[in-house]
């Protein structure tokens, strides 16, 4: 690997290992639970609930945890729809599994960490999120699996890949 890799072929992907985290798309009547990121990393974008698992947790585990932890409500019915790794040109390295929600148990609310708010899938606010969110959540919202790798200078993608999986 060059020392700032520009490509994902400058990442040796097969030693490769990034923090495990997790994201939750709540799936419900033609809508899709979304936040407004208030602190960390994307911090000021949209995006899923989610976060970095504790030692010892399973990724289904994680994602119910901090689904309940950052909107105070607990998704029900997940599935899990894929997984993208992050690599960002500073080494830092995100390793996410991805999932799917039909319900949510309790109305989502405001915390520390987020704003939550309904959006239509039709409407999604693309242009608020992280660039590569538009070339894999469509596969989330079509019920396909997915694995994808990501290199970002900042918020800026540089390259990346992206796979349908069985």
Same mark, same amino acid.
């Given at each position: ?5 520009? &490509?994902? %072929? ?27 990121? &208030? ?9 899923g ?13 994680? %994602? ?18 894929? @997984? ?7 080494g ?25 708010f309904w ?7 693309? %242009? ?20 994808? @790798? ?9 390259d ?7």
């Open positions: 690997m060059t020392a700032t890799p520009r &490509k994902l %072929a400058d990442i040796d992907w097969e030693r490769w290992t990034g923090v495990r985290c997790t994201l939750v798309f709540v799936v419900r009547g033609g809508e899709v639970l979304l936040i407004h990121k &208030k602190r960390g990393l994307g911090a000021g974008k949209v995006n609930p989610g976060g970095r698992f504790e030692p010892g947790e399973s990724p289904l585990a994680c %994602a119910v945890r901090e689904v309940q932890e950052e909107v105070c409500a607990v998704p029900r019915g997940l599935v899990w729809c894929g @997984r993208n790794r992050f690599h960002f040109t500073d830092y390295a995100t390793d996410v599994h991805v999932f799917r929600a039909s319900a949510l148990d309790g109305e989502p609310a405001a915390t520390d960490e987020a704003d939550p959006s239509p899938i039709e409407k999604v606010p693309y %242009a608020a999120m992280w660039s590569d969110d538009s070339l894999w959540l469509p596969h989330l919202f079509a019920g396909r699996r997915f694995s994808g @790798r990501f290199l970002f200078e900042g918020d800026e993608l540089l990346w890949a992206l796979e349908l999986v069985d």
